[in-house]
């Protein structure tokens, strides 16, 4: 049973950092997984924001370009979003999904609050 758990989330004031981890436990071979971070705002609907295949490639939603950054370490399994000069319109639940073909998997979220 593959189970996913995203952390780090936290308050943190406009200007600041943090970084996510998303860590798989259960997988065979994670290297070969593509993961993806999504938020959801209260009232919003979910948004892509990160995306690391497989092979390293990454992908990000226009709002969030250059400030945050999705990487991978297969020998921990564990995919990390670090996210820098936050906003408050970062505030959200951030959840990473785990996915191979028709496989995916999903954790509980982690809630980011931006705020002076």
């Known amino acids: 049973q593959v189970q996913v758990v995203e952390s780090g989330g936290g308050l943190v004031q406009p200007g600041g950092s943090l970084r996510l981890s998303c860590a798989a436990s259960?997988?065979?071979?994670?290297?070969?997984?593509?993961v993806d971070w999504y938020r959801q705002a209260p009232g919003k609907q979910s948004e892509l924001v990160a995306g690391?295949?497989?092979?390293?490639?990454?992908n990000y939603a226009g709002s969030v370009k250059g400030r945050l950054t999705i990487s991978r370490d297969n020998d921990k399994n564990t995919v990390y979003l670090q996210m820098n000069n936050l906003k408050p319109e970062d505030t959200a639940v951030y959840s990473c999904?785990?996915?191979?073909?028709?496989?995916?998997?999903w954790g509980p979220g982690t809630q980011v609050t931006v705020s002076s």
């Open positions: 999904n785990v996915r191979r073909a028709a496989r995916q998997y």
């Open positions: 259960g997988t065979i071979g994670f290297s070969l997984y593509a």
């Open positions: 690391i295949t497989s092979g390293g490639s990454t």
